[in-house]
């Protein structure tokens, strides 16, 4: 049984989810400064065995440039966590979705900074969602 924790990636704020019987969770979204000891505390409680995180493609299938930062975060990631699984995952139109929800929800649009926290969370939810859909992972 794998435990799952999917990462919507960013330079600032970085959204978390889990899997609950196959359906996402919004878990939290962290600082990109405490990403790494989010992470390791995660691990080292043997709360996930695999990662999920968005491949950030345009709709034309180039890379945004965040890609380089995931990148680097991964292989630190590999070399620190040799048995940790890591797969991605398209992330289009991720963080769309999730801003047109919140637009749309009963959010008050004064609190701009609860829904930034709450998008990055939204976006993870919608990325490990659509990964659990299409995936053989045993939950």
Known sequence: MSKILC???GT???GLSIPIRSIAFGLETVDYNHL??????YIKN?????????HPL???KSLFPIEKDILKFINFLK??????IIKRIDERFSSKIANYFLI??????????KRKKILDQISAILLLQDFLSNSSFTI
Request: without cysteine; charged residues 40%.
């Open 46 to 54: 043997k709360y996930i065995d695999t990662l999920v995180i968005g």
């Open 79 to 84: 070399k620190k966590y040799p048995k940790l």
């Open 36 to 41: 790494i000891a989010t992470i390791d505390k």
């Open 58 to 60: 345009k709709s034309d």
């Open 12 to 14: 600032k704020r970085i």
């Open 7 to 9: 990462i919507d990636f």
């Open 104 to 113: 749309n929800s009963f959010l008050n649009k004064k609190k701009i900074k």
